[in-house]
């Protein structure tokens, strides 16, 4: 398995309140995503970083940020948590050789739950 | 835009018997598409992928899809299957940006 962690893997939080989610990985790959995992929407993207303080957004970034400030750390922060973000996140890894992206790698994902 | 369909939320099998998952994508040029399995309470795991060089990929555990672009299919297919393939499997797109799309999944569960 690549070499990926999330912590923690287990939340249970209350409406309004900040929740950081931390990705890290020692693969020392160039990108690094945020996605959150649905019944029947598969994975969706929230947040992606292509570089140490280069992230952008993905199809479902409304209401959460992130921060990346060194290559082994990706973080996912919900300022004010709400019920409608429960869901399981994952965060993935990808790098580059020339022109290609290659294959993207899946940590073991965080089960959050917003009361 | 890209989108990835998979036609079955549910497919059951009997242990032994082929498996077929279903896959269409919709796409203006000719993607990269990637299989993904996921056991409970697991991470996602690469089962293969399709990069234009061959339409017949061959992955891990006796799993092959074929690209067929005439039909805008990927199925996903295996001989025989073992109790331990029962998971949900995920087809993704990828795009020109290297952006995936996932397909909404489908459950494989194997009888004995």
């Known amino acids: 398995d690549a070499g990926i962690t999330q912590s923690p893997r287990h939340k249970v939080t209350e409406t309004g309140t900040p929740v950081t989610l931390r990705c890290h990985q020692t693969e020392n790959h160039r990108y690094m995503y945020w996605y959150r995992q649905d019944p029947g929407h598969g994975l969706r993207l929230i947040h992606y970083?292509?570089?140490?303080?280069?992230?952008d957004k993905g199809e479902v970034s409304d209401g959460y940020s992130v921060s990346r400030s060194k290559t082994e750390d990706f973080l996912l922060t919900l300022e004010s948590a709400t019920s409608s973000q429960t869901s399981v996140y994952f965060c993935a890894i990808s790098e580059q050789s020339g022109r290609a992206i290659h294959e993207q790698f899946f940590g073991p994902g965080t089960r959050l739950t917003v009361l | 835009a890209q989108s990835v369909t998979q036609l079955d939320s549910h497919v059951s099998v009997s242990e032994g018997t082929p498996v077929l998952l279903r896959c269409n994508y919709s796409s203006s040029y000719s993607p990269s598409l990637f299989w993904y399995v996921q056991h409970p309470n697991k991470g996602l795991q690469l089962l293969l992928k399709?990069?234009?060089?061959?339409?017949l990929v061959k992955g891990i555990n006796g799993f092959e899809a074929e690209f067929k672009k005439s039909e805008t299919s990927f199925h996903l297919t295996k001989p025989s299957a073992h109790m331990s393939d029962a998971a949900e499997y995920f087809c993704v797109g990828e795009d020109a940006g290297n952006m995936l799309t996932f397909g909404g999944g489908t459950r494989l569960m194997v009888k004995p």
């Open positions: 399709y990069t234009s060089a061959a339409t």
């Open positions: 970083s292509y570089g140490v303080k280069d992230t």
